[in-house]
């Protein structure tokens, strides 16, 4: 970073320049370098009263071998380049450009761009990757159609792959050859793709609802054809669904995704041409687990679901980020909860929500779903952008219901196809087919930060009045202090003294209130006694809701709410209170509420209950999660009573676990759908618990489990078990045996590091550095250094915060020396350092030291600059 980075505000945005009709690539690859021939026919906008000078984008490492207009090459004079941008001083109104650089992918290590991945070559250009191959207008609202030849040697690489349909192939006589695809449908830069690798692929059809036959691949390297089933059966189920529940078909002849190993994130939806990390991608019973096979059925999804929510209808400029991605994510979390349980998927996704992205919300990086400014966009594809942005879309699904919610998506897609458009766009549409005034439901938008809703409630006998006061606040974040209320949807239910549901509004059994001031009151009439609310049913609106239920009343809703996420969250909230009891007095007065151990045995032996939920209901709530809830952490007691919880809970409920785990086994095939995952969930749970009371009894249940498992979610389930035991011999033996069975599996050899990485165990920061020397650690591969680093550092927090700093220190150390290979993974590394204002004044001054230091450390890339700058600006 040469200058003193740049902050790019949302009210700064201009239309561009230029248009460009018509996109002309030519790649030749070779091992030293490629070379990328560009051609851009464009036309000058016409909307702006002063002519706007013609500005590309292009990275520092870009050698600009041939700059021409119509026909006659550049002179020095006659363009600037300055950073990224390369500025090009009178051009015509209409003109060709051609444009040749030479780039080097086989150098390139921030998976940006044009890169290699294990010898095959390979594209991740969101948000601006292409400026790493280019120079080009690279913004979301220059959408052009692309013709692309892709030039490589024949046997390296017989696979040549890019957008769209291929129109032409050749061979050269040299042993290369080529391909010509050509993509019908304008899209923006970010959206381009190219692979040129020695791989295989399985293949499908689809027709569409209109008939249209439509080609599935799915490309991976030779060893790994044997996982590639469930992802084509995902991909048919959200092609099918989309049709469906959007009446969205898809619009090209053939739909390709390809697995590579080397991916800074999930995967990328570029048009026609998926990129797939190996991670969300691959699944075979014998190598993956459950929760990765729902992972791959929900990515797959997601990305497909991007061709319209994203690729048809695309973002005007990156602060509209979640117009694609908080949609898609909606459209996602709700074909799995179609797939598979309703009620679960609702719960880990608010977990995940409550857990990181309220988190996010009180951090230093908070941001509202559509961000006001940025120094780095990639530091800007967040929780908040991804899984708040997916709930504000859910809360306009609750206000209008599915059919008005249907009618405004019909009326987006059909006004917007083919346009680069905002996030208002998208609410005026919701608008406009229902009727209704989401004005100041708009804030969300706007305003970041986690509103805190207050519930007090009152009953007068004499009058059967049940009256409850909603207050509503929102905490400050950096950007604003003060915030507007919000209109806030908020499901809720009645329960009479029985538990049964009391008929409200219309004789339905939850309502939904609106809630627009800082303070509102709303009543209910004709109740003989006074109810027992259940608030906020199925999370319908993501804010942290207080009311004083005492234990019983959880206990009450836990065994009778009609609205099962509620009848989870009273478990939740039951056991948070339990435990920020326990924590406060720590280490005196540790003594378990029996009511904890009494429901656990009820909801355990409950044969009428989804084992899926009673394995969500007796799953305690994180540490990450209590780390959240409170004030000042106390890294130690949260540890510890979590796991005295655990013990005590073990011990009493000895014999049902036993007998839960017994009476959840099965010979049957393995099969990863709704019932059998909740079967091994449970089952696993069971043992976990047993494993728990250090009793070699259990500890050799657990290793036969490891030792006979036919698919990997059990074997890796008593993997972990063994190794987070206090059988410090037995841990290492089954690491070493899983290790030399599974060694060349390189996705499940993630799961042996994280295994590790996250152990608590003495001695925990000593291994993680000793594993980052074996030879199954990767520097450059981030599936590695999520496996290890960011495992240790976010699920490992009474190590990641020993006392002594040695846990900062060393995440400071990599986040330095990743800025240089991969910025923006060093910066995502990095989130654990910036929560330093949970911790106390000794760990505070420690975290701060160390953001301190990369500060210090040189030349820090936009990615880290921005949120190691932001995160000391808070400091007061
Ligand atoms: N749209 C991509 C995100 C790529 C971000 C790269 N910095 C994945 C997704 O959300 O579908
Ligand atoms: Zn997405």
Same mark, same amino acid.
């Given at each position: 970073m040469s200058q003193e980075p740049q902050v790019i505000y949302l009210k700064d945005y201009q239309a561009p320049a230029y248009s460009v009709d018509k996109t002309t690539l030519r790649f030749e690859l070779y091992e030293e370098e490629t070379i990328v021939r560009a051609e851009l026919q464009m036309q000058r906008n016409t909307q702006h009263a002063e002519p706007l000078p013609l500005q590309l984008f292009g990275h520092e490492s870009m050698e600009l071998l041939r700059l021409a207009v119509n026909g006659g090459v550049l002179q020095q004079a006659e363009y600037s380049r300055e950073g990224e941008l390369l500025t090009l001083l009178d051009t015509p109104d209409q003109l060709t450009l051609e444009i040749v650089t030479r780039i080097e992918p086989q150098n390139n290590t921030s998976l940006e761009g044009l890169y290699k991945s294990d010898g095959m070559f390979c594209t991740q250009c969101e948000a601006e990757g292409f400026r790493r191959i280019t120079f080009y207008p690279d913004r979301p609202d220059v959408l052009s159609v692309f013709t692309t030849t892709v030039e490589a040697e024949q046997s390296r690489y017989p696979v040549l792959l890019s957008n769209g349909n291929p129109i032409a192939r050749g061979q050269e006589e040299d042993g290369r050859h080529w391909v010509t695809w050509e993509d019908p449908f304008p899209k923006p830069a970010y959206l381009f793709a190219l692979v040129a690798g020695d791989l295989e692929h399985i293949e499908d059809q689809f027709t569409t609802a209109s008939g249209r036959p439509v080609e599935l691949k799915i490309f991976a390297e030779k060893k790994d054809l044997d996982k590639l089933d469930y992802a084509m059966q995902s991909l048919k189920r959200s092609m099918t669904w989309d049709e469906e529940v959007y009446g969205r078909e898809y619009d090209l002849d053939i739909f390709m995704i390809v697995a590579v190993d080397f991916f800074n994130m999930g995967a990328m939806e570029n048009k026609g041409l998926n990129i797939f990390n190996t991670s969300c991608v691959l699944a075979n019973p014998k190598t993956t687990t459950d929760a990765a096979f729902q992972r791959v059925e929900g990515v797959v999804a997601h990305e497909y679901f991007h061709n319209w929510s994203g690729n048809r209808v695309t973002c005007r400029d990156w602060f509209q980020l979640s117009l694609k991605e908080g949609f898609t994510v909606f459209r996602d979390a709700e074909f799995s909860a179609d797939m598979n349980s309703r009620t679960v998927k609702r719960i880990e996704d608010v977990t995940l929500l409550r857990t990181a992205q309220f988190a996010e919300d009180a951090g230093p990086m908070a941001h509202p779903v559509r961000p006001a400014s940025f120094i780095e966009i990639s530091n800007f594809y967040t929780l908040t952008v991804y899984e708040k942005g997916a709930e504000v879309v859910r809360m306009i699904h609750t206000l209008l219901g599915p059919e008005l919610f249907r009618k405004g998506s019909d009326l987006y897609f059909d006004r917007h196809d083919g346009k680069a458009v905002t996030t208002d766009d998208f609410v005026d549409a919701m608008e406009d087919a229902s009727g209704r005034d989401l004005s100041q439901f708009r804030r969300w938008y706007s305003q970041a930060g986690t509103p805190e809703l207050q519930v007090e409630d009152r009953f007068d006998e004499s009058t059967g009045v049940y009256q409850?006061?909603?207050?509503?606040?929102?905490?400050?974040?950096?950007?604003?202090?003060?915030?507007?209320?919000?209109?806030?949807?908020?499901?809720?239910?009645?329960?009479?003294?029985?538990?049964?549901?009391?008929?409200?509004?219309?004789?339905?059994?939850?309502?939904?209130?609106?809630?627009?001031?800082? +303070?509102?009151?709303?009543?209910?009439?004709?109740?003989?006694?006074?109810?027992?609310?259940?608030?906020?049913?199925?999370?319908?609106?993501?804010?942290?809701?207080?009311?004083?239920?005492?234990?019983? +009343?959880?206990?009450?809703?836990?065994?009778?709410?009609?609205?099962?996420?509620?009848?989870?969250?009273?478990?939740?909230?039951?056991?948070?209170?339990?435990?920020?009891?326990?924590?406060?007095?720590?280490?005196?007065?540790?003594?378990?509420?029996? #009511?904890?151990?009494?429901?656990?045995?009820?909801?355990?032996?409950?044969? $009428?209950?989804?084992?899926?939920?009673?394995?969500?209901?007796?799953?305690?709530?994180?540490?990450?999660?209590?780390?959240?809830?409170?004030?000042?952490?106390?890294? +130690? &007691?949260?540890?510890?009573?979590?796991?005295?919880?655990?013990?005590?809970?073990?011990?009493?409920?000895? $014999?049902?676990?036993?007998?839960?785990?017994?009476?959840?086994?099965?010979?049957? &095939?393995?099969?990863?759908?709704?019932?059998?995952?909740? #079967?091994?969930?449970?089952?696993?749970?069971?043992?976990?618990?047993?494993?728990?009371?250090?009793?070699? &009894?259990?500890? $050799?249940? &657990?290793?036969?489990?490891?030792?006979?498992?036919?698919?990997?979610?059990?074997?890796?389930?008593?993997?972990?078990q063994v190794v987070h035991s206090d059988f410090v011999e037995a841990g290492q033996q089954v690491l070493a045996k899983f290790y030399d069975q599974w060694q060349h599996e390189s996705l499940v050899v993630n799961q042996w590091l994280a295994v590790q990485a996250s152990d608590v165990k003495e001695g925990a920061l000593e291994r993680v550095v000793a594993l980052m020397q074996h030879e199954a650690f990767d520097m450059k591969n981030p599936n590695k250094v999520r496996s290890v680093i960011s495992v240790f550092c976010n699920q490992n927090l009474l190590n990641f915060h020993r006392p002594d700093g040695s846990g900062y220190r060393f995440l400071a150390d990599q986040v330095i020396e990743f800025n240089r290979i991969n910025p923006q993974i060093a910066s995502r590394l990095l989130t654990p350092l910036t929560r330093w204002k949970k911790y106390d004044a000794d760990r505070q001054a420690l975290m701060k030291a160390e953001l301190g230091r990369i500060m210090d450390s040189g030349e820090l890339s936009k990615d880290v600059y921005e949120v190691v700058s932001k995160s000391l600006a808070a400091v007061e």
């Open positions: 409850l006061t909603v207050r509503q606040s929102c905490p400050g974040t950096p950007d604003m202090k003060h915030k507007q209320p919000f209109h806030i949807p908020l499901a809720l239910g009645l329960l009479d003294q029985q538990g049964s549901d009391l008929p409200l509004d219309g004789g339905q059994t939850t309502q939904v209130l609106d809630l627009t001031e800082s +303070e509102q009151t709303f009543s209910f009439e004709g109740l003989s006694a006074k109810p027992v609310p259940s608030l906020l049913r199925g999370f319908s609106a993501p804010v942290k809701l207080s009311y004083d239920y005492s234990r019983d +009343e959880l206990l009450f809703l836990m065994a009778h709410d009609s609205d099962g996420f509620n009848r989870w969250d009273a478990s939740q909230k039951l056991a948070v209170g339990i435990m920020q009891e326990l924590v406060a007095a720590y280490p005196s007065q540790m003594q378990l509420d029996q #009511r904890l151990v009494d429901a656990y045995r009820r909801v355990l032996t409950d044969e $009428s209950l989804d084992p899926a939920m009673v394995a969500q209901i007796l799953t305690l709530p994180s540490e990450a999660y209590l780390a959240e809830l409170a004030d000042v952490v106390d890294v +130690e &007691a949260i540890h510890e009573v979590r796991q005295f919880i655990r013990r005590q809970l073990a011990k009493a409920l000895e $014999s049902e676990f036993l007998a839960t785990y017994n009476s959840h086994q099965t010979l049957e &095939a393995y099969r990863p759908d709704a019932s059998e995952v909740a #079967r091994r969930s449970l089952k696993n749970l069971a043992l976990s618990y047993l494993v728990a009371l250090d009793n070699e &009894a259990y500890l $050799s249940l &657990a290793q036969s489990q490891f030792a006979d498992a036919d698919n990997m979610t059990d074997q890796q389930a008593a993997l972990g």
